[in-house]
C-alpha cells in the first residue's frame, strides 16, 4: 500500500490541498468563513442548485433508458452483440469535450436537426441530459446487465408458477436482487454528471454552470483563488459522501447474492413481446449513440468544397487555425498516443499493486483506502490540473516543463478503472494455491508470478484497456498542464471549438472522429478479451 499511497499523497492530495489552501489563507491564518460567503451569493447558489438538480435529473433519465437495453444484452443472443457492447460502451470512454461535440453537430447551430427542422437544442438544458445519458448508457448497461445475467431466471419462474404475474414476479424477486446494482450504477452516474465540466462547457453556453465550470471560470478566466478553493471544497464533500454510499451498496452487490454462469441464461428472444422489446431497444441505441457519432463522422467530411478529406488534410499545417496551435494539429494524436501509453503503465503499476493490497487486508483503514482511490473520479480535475502548476514547480519536483506531467494527471483518473477491474477477480483467485506454492519453497514474487498473474492476466490486459482509453480522452486537468508545442487531441478539439470560423469547427470534428476511432478499436479488442463471466465492475 506504501506506493500507491505515496502516489495519491504527492499528485493528487497535495495538489489539491495547496490550491484550496491559496483560497482560504492569508497572512492572518485560514478564513474558513469565506467558504460561508461564497456559498451565500446568489450566483454562486444557482449554480449549486443546477449542478444538483441536473445532476438528478440526468441520472433518472439515464436508467428510464437504459435499464431495458441492460435486461436486453444480459439475457438475449442475437447477432452483433459484441459489437453493439462495445459501441454503446464507446461514448463512456470519450473525452466529455467530445461528446459535447457530437452533440453539437446533431443539435447546434447547423447541425442535423437544424437543417431538416429548424430546431436547435444547444444552449438548453435538454441537450445537457440527452448527452449525459448517452454518456452514461455504458455505466447501467455494464453495472445493472452484468449483474442481471448472472442471476438465476428459474427464481423469477418459480414466483410466476405460484401463481405471479411477470411484473409483480419481476418486481418482488428480480427487482430486490438488482437493487445493489441499480444503486451501484444510479450513484457513478449521479456523480459523473453532478462534476460534468466538457458537456456543459460546450452545450450549455453562458446559462448554465456545472461546479466544475464554474471552478475552471473562477480559476482560469477570473483568477479567484478564493471562490474556487469554496467551491472545490463543496464538490469534494459531495462527491466523498457519494462514494462512500457507493462503497456500501458494492459490498453488499459482492457477499448478498448468489450468481450462476451467464452462459445459461442467455436465450434468443421469442414472442413478439421480447422481439419487440429488442427491437425498441435497438432503435434507441440506434438515435441516442449511433446517431450523434454519425453525425460527428459526417460533419468531418462535410468541407466547403465538397465532401472529401479537406478538414483533415488541414490538420497538417500549423497556419490553418489561424494560429490556434505552434504545431500542427495532427501532431496531437501523436502527442496523445504517447500520452497515454505512459500513463497506463503508470496506472497499471499503482493500480496493481493498489488492488493486491486490498485482497490481502480488511478492516476500516482499508475501506477508506479503496474510497480515495475512488475520488480522482470527482475531485475536480480542474483543481487538480492547477493545482500541478503551482505546486510541482521547485526542485527535485519541478515538472511544469516536463512531459511526464500530462501522464501523471492522466494515470489519476486511470487508476480507479484498473482497480475496479482487476480487484474481483483476485479476490476470487484461492489463496490456498499461493499457500502450497511457498509450502513448495517460492518466494512471494515467484508466487505471484506464477500463481496470480496467470489467472488475472486477462483482467491486466482489459484494465490496461480501460486506462488507455480514459488516459486519452482526459481533459479537465490536461487543459492546463499540457504545452502549447505538444496538445493532446481533447485539448487541441477544444481550442479549436473555442475559434470562429467553419475551417476550425471542421477540424474540431475530424480530431474528435479521429479520437473516437482510437477508442472504438480499443473496445473492440477489450470485448474479444472479456471472459464469459462478467469481471470487474465496468
Known sequence: MAVPLAFFGLFFAYPVVAIVGRGIKTDEGWQVGRIGEVLARPDIAEVLW???????????????????GAYVFARFEFPGKQVLRAMVTVPFVLPTVVVGTAFLALVGRGGLLDEWWGVRLDTTVWAILLAHVFFNYAVVVRTVGGLWAQLDP???EAARVLG???FTAWRQVTLPALAPAVGAASLMV???????????????????????VEVYRQTAQLLDLPTAAALTMVQFVAVALILAVHARTVRRRETALRMVDPGRTGHRPTGLGQRALLGAVLLTVALLIVAPLGVLVERSFDAPGGYGFGFYRALQDAGAGGGTFLVPPLEAIWNSLQYALAATAIALLIGGLAAAALTRRAGRFVRGFDALLMLPLGVSAVTVGFGFLITLDEPPLDLRTSWILVPLAQALVGVPFVVRTMLPVLRAVDARLREAAAVLGASPLRAWREVDLPLVRRALLIAAGFAFAVSLGEFGATVFIAR?????????????LGRAGELNYGQAMALSTILMLVCAAALLVLERLRPDKTSGEF
Open 50 to 68: 443546477f449542478t444538483t438538480w441536473q445532476a438528478c435529473a440526468s441520472t433518472a433519465l439515464t436508467l428510464l433508458i437504459a435499464l431495458p
Open 190 to 212: 449521479f456523480l459523473f454528471t453532478f462534476t460534468s465540466f466538457g458537456v456543459v462547457q460546450i452545450l450549455g453556453g453562458p446559462s448554465y454552470a456545472t461546479l466544475e
Open 154 to 156: 428459474r427464481q423469477e
Open 164 to 166: 405471479a404475474g411477470r
Open 484 to 496: 502549447p508545442d505538444r496538445p493532446t487531441l481533447p485539448v487541441a478539439v477544444a481550442r479549436l
